[in-house]
């Protein structure tokens, strides 16, 4: 399988001692040795709930469907970049919470268990890698988040229920299958207003070159510099 640059993640580094140094100092640059012992607090508490978030190389897992060739690799989302986005659409829709969190490409469950956290009543992850899959509620179940549904399934079969509230995507697939899920979700009938977060907006056209969606704004996170698109769903 050919590895496109720009879409897939390359995590053979992550192990790497240089990796570990680069994330230290890069912690203790922006956050400070307070910001070192909130990560190492959260570290040894995710070791003693037994939970994994560790990346995994898509190309090592069994998936359903015929689609692994159209997907990113597994890592989760950071920390600190994902609150800044749910803080940034919160500033829009105070109420947002009272909807369903819904992760395309949930992975090991990281998001969700963030989202979770944050306020939202209810979250929900798609994931096609059945080994993610029972990892991730596997990990949930330890984490005690209550009110979780994940489903085996390839995303671009997925209907979203009709009380969600946000979507969020981080850079899960190519724009083959991006389009599928943006046709699913604008044939929706929502009950609420919804917001999309593209996080690593690599196929951001699909959603840019829609009538049926209003760009909101780019925002760069501050920790990590990444960045993310946030859309509405017109009425
Ligand atoms: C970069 S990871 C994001 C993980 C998670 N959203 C997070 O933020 O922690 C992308 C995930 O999308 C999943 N994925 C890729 N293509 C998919 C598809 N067609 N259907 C369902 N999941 C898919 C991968 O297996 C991987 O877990």
């Known amino acids: 399988m050919e590895k496109t ?31 070192l012992f909130k990560r190492a607090k959260k570290h040894l508490y995710f070791k003693y709930k037994g939970v994994d978030f560790s990346p995994e190389n898509i190309f090592d897992l069994e998936v359903k469907g015929e689609n692994k060739e159209n997907a990113s690799t597994y890592h989760a989302v950071l920390e600190k970049p ?3 986005i749910l803080q940034r659409i919160k500033d829009y829709e105070n109420n947002i919470t009272k909807g369903v969190f819904l992760d395309y490409g949930s992975g090991k469950g990281f998001s969700l268990y963030m989202a979770y956290k944050f306020g939202f009543k209810e979250v929900i992850g798609v994931e096609f890698a059945p080994k993610l899959y029972k990892i991730s509620i596997d990990n949930l179940k330890k984490l005690n988040v209550k009110n979780f549904k994940i489903y085996l ?29 943006y046709e699913n979700i604008i ?38 510099n990444e960045i993310t698109r946030i859309y509405r769903l017109k009425n």
């Open 82 to 84: 994902f609150l800044e």
């Open 187 to 224: 044939n929706q009938t929502f009950e609420n207003r919804v917001y999309i977060a593209y996080h690593y907006p690599i196929c951001k056209d699909v959603f840019e070159n829609s009538k049926k969606i209003e760009f909101l704004e780019e925002v760069t996170c501050t920790f990590s």
């Open 5 to 35: 640059k720009n879409f897939y993640f390359d995590i053979s580094s992550y192990y790497s001692i240089e990796h570990h140094i680069k994330v230290f100092s890069n912690v203790l640059k922006k956050e400070g040795i307070k910001g």
């Open 153 to 181: 399934e390839d995303a671009s079969y997925f209907k979203p229920p009709k009380n969600t509230s946000l979507i969020f995507f981080y850079n899960p697939f190519n724009e083959e299958i991006m389009q599928k899920v």
